[in-house]
Every structure is written in structure tokens, then in C-alpha cells.
């Protein structure tokens, strides 16, 4: 499989991580993968054959190009046939002053590409499908996004400093910043729901999620337990449990699949976490 990263234009970096592509004739993957909780938003085109969601123990085909939203627990997916994907990966909150559309919206499912958001991303994907090189894509999406870029950007500042500021402190509690920032916990959930489609405790969750992750496969501690004490857990049995929810298993059986996906992201999540999470 090869995979690739392409940094934004400057003016979108504080909302697009990264572009990405993936293409391989038949991906390295186990018949079912994990899509785990990571604070992202991802416009995917797919230009390959089409893959399932699993849910339920049923397969339901995700059609063409599509958005994944933001994700509260772990999505399951099977891609085992051809795959030829050019994507945009969003950072925290970073979605919504491009789409406007409030992000808890489109969470925690796939979302066809004409239905949200209309034909002007359509002829996008138009273009990128007879686009012949990585770099004119990557010219033809920045010139989109910077043609969609809302200028007045005031939730999205706001999540930001707020975010920081949180992420800076991590011993103190959400009530701590909402008095810090002179903002009720209901009108601050409203703001982050809006723009992040997470509260601030579920991001607090999912980061120290994918903290744990990053421990567990860089086999540095000697337990589980030892995983959970560096996390910031209060012991095993909240590891557990929090981890369980986020990714439908527990944290041994989790790192036994050894996931294909979740090890091909394991940069992108490193990068993520030490710049105080996806900001």
C-alpha cells in the first residue's frame, strides 16, 4: 500500500492537519478494522471500489466519496478490495468554518458527499478524479477550501484558546476553565458541540484514549497498568472501562488485533498529541 501525507496551504493549516493518499490494489488490512476515536473530521473522495461499514454484525457499503464524521466510540469498517482514496483530514473544530454545517451533526457515521454538501464539492471531486499528479490535487483542494474559508471565525477561535488552555492545565477540571473563561458549562458544551461535535469532557476522554494507544504499541511500559498510571487513569478498572467504550474492547484484546490502520496513523497521532492535541 502507498501512503502519503501533503501539508495545506499556510492560511487553512489551522484547520486542515494534513491531505492524505492511499492506493493499493488489495490494502493490508484485516477483514475488519478500527476506526477510532481521534478528534477528526475526514472528506474523503474515493476514487476505488466502495467499502462496508459493520455494524450490528451486518456490512453496510459506504458508496463513493463521503465524509466520516466525528467519532464519540470506534467505527468498524471492511476494505479489502481495490483502494484509490485522496482525502482531507480535518483538525479539532477545523471543519466547521468550511462546511458550516455544526459538527455533532455528522457524528459518528459516513455521509454521502452530494448529500451534505452539494454540487460545488462534487465538481471538487470532479476534478481531482482527472487531476494526474499528487500536487495538482493537492493545488485544486487548497484552492477550494481557501474559496470556502468563513473569514469570521470567532466559535472557532474560541475552541481553540479554550482547548489550549485546558490541554496546558490538565489537572484542572472543565468547571475550572468555564470559570476561567467566564462561560456556563451549558453554553460551553453548546460552543464545542457546534464546532468540535464533542463536549470538553469527551475530548479530554478521547485524547487521553489515544495517549494510551500510542503507549500500549510503543511497548515501553512493562503492563497495562503501567500504561494506565502514565495516561492519567485512576486505575486499572477506569482504563478499562473508558477504553472499552471508546473502542468496543479491552485494551489486551485491542493491541492482540494489532489493527493495520490504527498502526499506519500512529505518527499522525503522535504529532497530534504533542501540539497540545490537533491544534
Same mark, same amino acid.
Not at 478499562?240 to 489493527?259: A, C, D, N, V
Given at each position: ?129 482527472? *487531476? ?63 464546532? *468540535? ?83
Amino acid at each position: 500500500m502507498i501512503y502519503r501525507e501533503f501539508a495545506p496551504h499556510p492560511q487553512l493549516a489551522p484547520y486542515v492537519e494534513c491531505y492524505w493518499k492511499a492506493d493499493a490494489d488489495r490494502p493490508p488490512f484485516r477483514d475488519e478494522e478500527s476506526l477510532i476515536p481521534d478528534g477528526t473530521i475526514e472528506l474523503m473522495f474515493n476514487f476505488g471500489d466502495n467499502y462496508a461499514r459493520v455494524k450490528n454484525g451486518s456490512r453496510q457499503p459506504v458508496k463513493g466519496s463521503h465524509i466520516i464524521g466525528i467519532r464519540q466510540h470506534a467505527l468498524r469498517i471492511s476494505q479489502t478490495a481495490h483502494q484509490h482514496v485522496f482525502s482531507v483530514r480535518f483538525r479539532l473544530g477545523g471543519a466547521y468554518p468550511l462546511f458550516r454545517i455544526p459538527a455533532h451533526l455528522l457524528a459518528n457515521d459516513f455521509w454521502s458527499l452530494p448529500d451534505v454538501l452539494g454540487r460545488d464539492y462534487t465538481l471538487l471531486e470532479e476534478q481531482l478524479f482527472e *487531476a494526474t499528479t499528487d500536487e495538482q490535487r493537492v493545488l485544486l483542494t487548497d484552492r477550494f477550501l481557501l474559496g470556502r474559508l468563513e473569514f469570521d471565525n470567532t466559535a472557532h477561535r474560541f475552541l481553540q484558546q479554550y482547548t489550549a488552555w485546558m490541554l496546558q492545565r490538565e489537572d484542572v477540571s472543565v468547571a475550572d476553565a468555564c470559570k476561567a473563561f467566564g462561560i456556563s458549562y451549558k453554553a460551553m458544551e453548546r460552543r464545542f458541540s457546534q464546532v *468540535a461535535g464533542l463536549t470538553p469532557s469527551e475530548l479530554l476522554k478521547i485524547r487521553r484514549f489515544n495517549k494510551a494507544i500510542l503507549a500500549m504499541y510503543s511497548c515501553r511500559h512493562e503492563s497495562l497498568t503501567a500504561v494506565a498510571h502514565s495516561c492519567g487513569f485512576y486505575d486499572q478498572s477506569h482504563f478499562i472501562r473508558e477504553f472499552k467504550q471508546l473502542s468496543g474492547t479491552t485494551p489486551r484484546r485491542f493491541l492482540e488485533e494489532q489493527y493495520t490502520i490504527v498502526q499506519v496513523i500512529q505518527p499522525a497521532l503522535a504529532a497530534r498529541l504533542s501540539k497540545s492535541y490537533n491544534l
